[in-house]
């Protein structure tokens, strides 16, 4: 038996017969290289109608201000800052897949990690919008960054967090997109080499002269390994920044240490949630079973079940803490999450992330498509509410009740939320049609090792022992795109 085959007892990250690398490139392009279907156009125009949404609410912000916005004197951060780091938190996912599990070499990151970098791109880009919208003064977002200017001696604040947001995020996202569009190399080229016409000439300019040489191959492998031990930090760093706008304050509800940590969890956690919500959909849109297989999604459930626990985990320390402390401002927040006016929102954040996210121990739960869809999107759901809980509940209610008030969403505020959701989506919709939304490289490279016709040939030929076989066999259940039947005769 070659050395290069895996165990048996290891999942095929690849399933189906007859797979080829012409196959893969087929499958994977036809999006790329055919008209739209139809429920792609439906996604489409109603993405793109969210979009249009998000440019009418943030032009009507730049017109008439952030007055616009329910904000008052007591809760100067609500619906713009829960978005904010919402959006971060989910492109957390794509550098995860992309960097950790690449250093870890974790082969079944291979079909995933393509389109979460992509996630993370647009992610970040509406991250981003929610900032410059907040500012009030979108043309003076320019002096956030320590460059040269009319005013000479005029520098940020580097003391300010919010300013180390601005390097945290912007050299996350560098970063992230040089290390998807490097990966997109070879995938490019070939796109390039089957497209004609003008296609083939924007392609060309793309694909930055890749040859597919080996010295090309060894180049592209040194940079990604580079790239992966840089951005690896980032997935701690980007999260912890952003928690310390909230963990440097002296207010009831932020000033605490457990923010770090429980951050990076949460956005860990919110980030593979919404991969999970785009994958399961695009799998079956595009005909992807047999590269994002039910081992793909076992997987990913088992990281939003481990993230989620360590979730759950720091409300249990956060309450423990608050009691311990003896503070009574502080013991009061917390209280006020439960019997305060905004009780329903903590019960919506306590109710999607601990317990939703605990159905998941059962395997029947993690294996199956509808109930992963539906708690993908609840866990997504449920850390808009907390960060909506930590935000605003914090704020509403402060050391003088005089000064307490209630945060009304107006309808400016829902339009920007939504419509950046409508902007999210129509920025994947089009990463589907003009570029591969698995990295077909990296899949080819599992065909000889970790497909289901590998393990096939290792049947046929005998190389294993019986006990070995029928274990496999056995598990031959856990996956959707498996014919149980054809291994009855092997």
């Not at 929610?130 to 003076?140: A, K, L, T």
């Not at 919404?274 to 076992?298: A, C, D, P, S």
């Not at 311990?324 to 439960?338: A, D, P, V």
Request: a neutral charge.
């Amino acid at each position: 038996m070659s050395s290069h085959h895996e165990s048996i007892i290891r999942e095929p990250l690849i399933t189906g017969k007859d797979i080829t690398y012409a196959k893969i490139t087929d499958d994977v392009l036809w999006p790329v290289e055919n008209k739209p279907n139809k429920a792609w156009w439906i996604g489409f125009i109603v993405a793109s109608l969210g979009a249009c949404l998000w440019v009418f609410a943030v032009s009507w912000t730049f017109w008439y201000g952030i007055g616009s916005w329910g904000l008052n004197k007591t809760v100067g951060w609500a619906w713009d800052i829960t978005g904010f780091v919402w959006w971060v938190g989910i492109g957390h996912a794509g550098t995860l897949i992309s960097a950790v599990l690449l250093l870890f070499r974790q082969k079944w990151r291979n079909s995933i990690n393509r389109s979460a970098e992509a996630m993370t791109i647009f992610a970040v880009i509406c991250a981003a919008t929610y900032v410059v919208s907040h500012m009030g003064r979108p043309w003076m977002a320019l002096y956030c960054l320590p460059l040269p200017n009319q005013y000479g001696s005029l520098w940020v604040n580097f003391n300010s967090p919010l300013i180390w947001d601005v390097f945290a995020i912007s050299t996350y996202f560098s970063v992230s997109l040089v290390f998807w569009y490097i990966g997109l190399l070879p995938d490019i080229a070939t796109i390039r080499d089957r497209a004609t016409g003008i296609r083939q000439k924007i392609y060309s300019i793309c694909s930055f002269g890749w040859t597919g040489s080996v010295k090309t191959w060894q180049r592209f492998e040194t940079v990604s390994l580079i790239l992966a031990g840089v951005a690896t930090p980032l997935v701690l760093s980007v999260h912890t920044i952003v928690s310390m706008d909230f963990a440097t304050s002296l207010e009831p509800g932020w000033h605490t240490t457990i923010f770090p940590p429980y951050f990076v969890a949460g956005a860990i956690f919110s980030g593979f949630a919404m991969v999970q919500t785009l994958l399961l959909v695009t799998r079956k849109v595009l005909g992807l079973e047999n590269y994002i297989t039910m081992f793909h999604l076992e997987s990913m459930n088992k990281i939003i079940l481990v993230t989620g626990s360590v979730v759950g985990v720091a409300y249990i320390t956060e309450f423990f803490i608050a009691y311990y402390s003896g503070g009574e401002y502080e013991q009061y927040t917390f209280l006020n999450r439960f019997i305060g006016p905004y009780w329903w929102a903590g019960c919506m954040m306590y109710g999607c992330n601990i317990l939703m996210t605990q159905l998941m121990w059962f395997k029947r739960v993690r294996t199956s498509i509808p109930l992963s869809w539906a708690l993908s999107i609840i866990v997504n759901i449920g850390m808009w509410f907390e960060r909506f809980v930590i935000i605003v509940t914090s704020l509403h209610r402060d050391y003088i009740p005089s000064s307490w008030a209630m945060f009304y969403p107006t309808w400016i505020d829902v339009s920007v939320f939504i419509g950046s959701i409508g902007v999210f989506f129509t920025l994947f919709l089009l990463f589907l049609r003009v570029l591969p939304s698995i990295a077909m490289a990296e899949v080819k490279l599992l065909v000889k090792s970790s497909s289901e016709q590998a393990k096939k040939k290792l049947i046929a030929e005998g190389h294993l022992e019986p006990s070995q076989v029928e274990f496999y066999k056995e598990s031959l259940i856990n996956y959707d795109s498996v014919e149980i039947s054809e291994y009855e005769n092997a």
